[in-house]
């Protein structure tokens, strides 16, 4: 049984507000920038958006460190702008989604001000402390962002735990006043309007007691730590407590990003009577593409096999049918840009972008558009490091050079192809000076390509990327199949065409996807019947002709209507 919900029928398009739109000529996007460009979201036709964080923050990690969860980062403006930004959202009929950052503050925030000064400060107790181990680190993990995820306190003796920068100290989630806190604030926002929550990095807010070394997979360095925070023993009861004490009370969107969550824990937290989140981002789909168990983790790329994402997502699809509920999503502000990654930035760009855009639409799940993928926006030509901005590539990027003898353009390679920098750019506006984002200098380069690739374009031309994604939006909402079909894979074995079909009622869809440059033939199987079979989007022309077998051009997509 399925029930039908707002939050699964909906589109969610996410803003990383520091790179949308600056309406300021100080280089960085900020709140009244997005505001002005709300006609254009409602144009696309998206019905929520989740913002990256807008918090008050010293932006060690561009707002992911927060320093005060009710006030509004300096440079993005203030309150009102805020309350101005909700009021011209709810106007239109879109939704807002808040970033709900809680697994760590900013080592600014008051609350680690305090802690951090003695160990019997009322405080203390909000972050994770310990002694020193043989008067080193308590243990041998290491942080998102390189180094040790520990670090020393001198004025209480203790070393605090940051499981990514040491300006990121993370919260201690035992304690039920730091829990209380976080509910009063939640509560806070929602009073403001909003509509929900994405809530960053929400299943590592438990952690194991004793907090053991993790095993060694690089014999000689730290180690990663994510296994043993992530889906910890509290967790299931601390999520319980926030839908009982606070989501349970409101008419809200909830998206809790999942670094290593199984799909068993994945229905378990989504299950809609007794879990307590509506979706998850889970991360499998994304590291498909680099070399498992590797030192280097992310930054250790091999291509990926279409086979893997087939059998990955095809689990999730199948195991949370019926109970819990996907998020779709192929890029963020953590990813390099799909159509790169995934598709062709080269001479197949648009059709490539229009093929993945119609695999996000066409899963079962709710589709989250990443700000800049709705016109394909690519990866970043970077041609030095000091391009770059984000704290997880400078890092890395020294690690790689002073410690693991990289030179310095074989530590850029996998920045290029990995670094979060690619989906940081600035949006793309128009071909004007700095791609219309700002009138000043922008706080990271705009990518080259804007004289070509920006939304002035897309927008005039009906065959671009952007008014491909109007249409799938809008076939999305008009066919209940697209949201509530089951989901069964075809052609598994098929190494460059990924088939599906969804099924609700006496409806069918045929969803048909090249991810290759080649011209694969598809061959519908014996089993698939129907009959009678209409065309309802495509990313080239299609002549009338056999659908049970047809060859297909690079990167074609084509999603059939079949009469059972
Ligand atoms: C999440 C965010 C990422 C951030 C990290 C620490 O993964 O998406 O941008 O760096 O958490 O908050
Ligand atoms: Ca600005």
Same mark, same amino acid.
């Given at each position: 049984?399925?029930?039908?919900?707002?939050?699964?029928?909906?589109?969610?398009?996410?803003?990383?507000?520091?790179?949308?739109?600056?309406?300021?000529?100080?280089?960085?996007?900020?709140?009244?920038?997005?505001?002005?460009?709300?006609?254009?979201?409602?144009?696309?036709?998206?019905?929520?958006?989740?913002?990256?964080?807008?918090?008050?923050?010293?932006?060690?990690?561009? !707002?992911? #460190?927060?320093?005060?969860?009710?006030? %509004?980062?300096?440079?993005?403006?203030?309150?009102?702008?805020? +309350? *101005?930004? =909700?009021?011209?959202?709810?106007?239109?009929?879109?939704?807002?989604?808040?970033?709900?950052?809680?697994?760590?503050?900013?080592?600014?925030?008051?609350?680690?001000?305090?802690?951090?000064?003695?160990?019997?400060?009322?405080?203390?107790?909000?972050?994770?402390?310990?002694?020193?181990?043989?008067?080193?680190?308590?243990?041998?993990?290491?942080?998102?962002?390189?180094?040790?995820?520990?670090?020393?306190?001198?004025?209480?003796?203790?070393?605090?735990?940051?499981?990514?920068?040491?300006?990121?100290?993370?919260?201690?989630?035992?304690?039920?006043?730091?829990?209380?806190?976080?509910?009063?604030?939640?509560?806070?926002?929602?009073?403001? !309007?909003? #509509?929900?929550?994405?809530?960053?990095? %929400?299943?590592?807010?438990?952690?194991?007691?004793?907090?053991? +070394? *993790?095993? =060694?997979?690089?014999?000689?360095?730290?180690?990663?730590?994510?296994?043993?925070?992530?889906?910890?023993?509290?967790?299931?009861?601390?999520?319980?407590?926030?839908?009982?004490?606070v989501l349970s009370r409101y008419d809200c969107i909830t998206v809790g990003e999942a670094p290593l969550v199984t799909v068993r824990q994945g229905a378990e937290i989504t299950n809609e009577e007794t879990?307590?989140?509506?979706?998850?981002?889970?991360?499998?789909?994304?590291?498909?593409?680099?070399?498992?168990?590797?030192?280097?983790?992310?930054?250790?790329?091999?291509?990926?096999?279409?086979?893997?994402?087939?059998?990955?997502?095809?689990?999730?699809?199948?195991?949370?049918?019926?109970?819990?509920?996907?998020?779709?999503?192929?890029?963020?502000?953590?990813?390099?840009?799909?159509?790169?990654?995934?598709?062709?930035?080269?001479?197949?760009?648009?059709?490539?972008?229009?093929?993945?855009?119609?695999?996000?639409?066409?899963?079962?799940?709710?589709?989250?558009?990443?700000?800049?993928?709705?016109?394909?926006?690519?990866?970043?030509?970077?041609?030095?490091?000091?391009?770059?901005?984000?704290?997880?590539?400078?890092?890395?990027?020294?690690?790689?050079?002073?410690?693991?003898?990289?030179?310095?353009?074989?530590?850029?390679?996998?920045?290029?192809?990995?670094?979060?920098?690619?989906?940081?750019?600035?949006?793309?506006?128009?071909?004007?000076?700095?791609?219309?984002?700002?009138?000043?200098?922008?706080?990271?380069?705009?990518?080259?390509?804007?004289?070509?690739?920006?939304?002035?374009?897309?927008v005039a031309d009906p065959d671009s990327v952007f008014n491909y994604y109007r249409k799938l939006i809008r076939l999305r909402r008009e066919n209940p199949v697209f949201v509530y079909g089951s989901y069964h894979l075809i052609v598994p074995e098929h190494a460059e065409i990924y088939a599906f079909t969804r099924t609700l009622d006496a409806e069918r869809l045929l969803v048909?996807?090249?991810?290759?440059?080649?011209?694969?033939?598809?061959?519908?199987?014996?089993?698939?019947?129907?009959?009678?079979?209409?065309?309802?989007?495509?990313?080239?022309?299609?002549?009338?002709?056999?659908?049970?077998?047809?060859?297909?051009?690079?990167?074609?997509?084509?999603?059939?209507?079949?009469?059972?």
């Open positions: 049984m399925m029930n039908k919900t707002w939050w699964k029928e909906c589109v969610v398009y996410q803003i990383y507000p520091r790179s949308f739109a600056d309406s300021n000529g100080d280089g960085i996007g900020d709140l009244r920038g997005i505001t002005a460009k709300l006609d254009y979201l409602k144009r696309l036709g998206v019905d929520v958006i989740w913002l990256s964080p807008v918090y008050r923050s010293p932006n060690d990690d561009n !707002g992911y #460190d927060i320093s005060d969860y009710q006030d %509004i980062m300096t440079e993005f403006g203030t309150l009102a702008d805020m +309350d *101005a930004l =909700i009021a011209g959202m709810h106007a239109r009929g879109l939704k807002l989604m808040m970033d709900l950052v809680v697994n760590h503050t900013s080592d600014e925030h008051p609350w680690f001000r305090q802690a951090r000064a003695s160990r019997d400060n009322p405080y203390h107790d909000y972050f994770i402390w310990r002694e020193p181990r043989d008067g080193r680190e308590p243990n041998n993990w290491e942080a998102a962002f390189s180094g040790s995820a520990w670090e020393w306190n001198e004025a209480t003796g203790e070393y605090f735990l940051h499981m990514f920068s040491k300006k990121q100290p993370d919260l201690n989630w035992e304690n039920p006043r730091v829990r209380r806190e976080v509910f009063d604030m939640m509560h806070w926002w929602f009073q403001r !309007g909003v #509509d929900g929550f994405r809530m960053d990095v %929400i299943n590592m807010i438990s952690k194991p007691a004793d907090l053991p +070394d *993790a095993p =060694i997979i690089r014999p000689g360095f730290l180690q990663p730590g994510f296994g043993l925070v992530t889906n910890g023993p509290r967790l299931l009861e601390y999520l319980a407590e926030m839908k009982r004490d879990g307590s989140l509506n979706m998850l981002f889970e991360f499998e789909r994304m590291d498909l593409d680099s070399v498992g168990g590797h030192m280097n983790g992310k930054w250790a790329y091999k291509p990926l096999d279409l086979r893997d994402l087939k059998t990955t997502l095809s689990r999730w699809q199948t195991a949370l049918h019926g109970n819990g509920w996907n998020s779709n999503y192929l890029s963020n502000h953590d990813q390099p840009r799909s159509v790169s990654r995934f598709g062709d930035d080269g001479a197949d760009r648009v059709v490539s972008a229009k093929m993945l855009g119609t695999f996000n639409h066409l899963l079962q799940g709710t589709p989250y558009v990443y700000q800049g993928e709705e016109i394909g926006m690519t990866n970043v030509p970077f041609e030095s490091i000091d391009e770059c901005r984000d704290i997880e590539s400078l890092n890395i990027y020294r690690e790689f050079v002073e410690h693991q003898g990289l030179t310095p353009e074989q530590a850029l390679a996998p920045i290029r192809v990995k670094g979060r920098d690619n989906a940081r750019t600035p949006m793309q506006w128009s071909a004007a000076s700095q791609a219309g984002f700002t009138t000043g200098t922008p706080w990271i380069r705009v990518n080259p390509n804007y004289t070509a690739i920006n939304v002035e374009q897309a048909v996807l090249n991810f290759s440059k080649n011209s694969p033939t598809f061959t519908a199987p014996a089993e698939l019947s129907y009959s009678g079979a209409e065309l309802l989007i495509a990313n080239y022309p299609v002549e009338t002709g056999d659908v049970r077998r047809f060859a297909l051009r690079p990167f074609e997509a084509r999603v059939y209507r079949l009469k059972v």
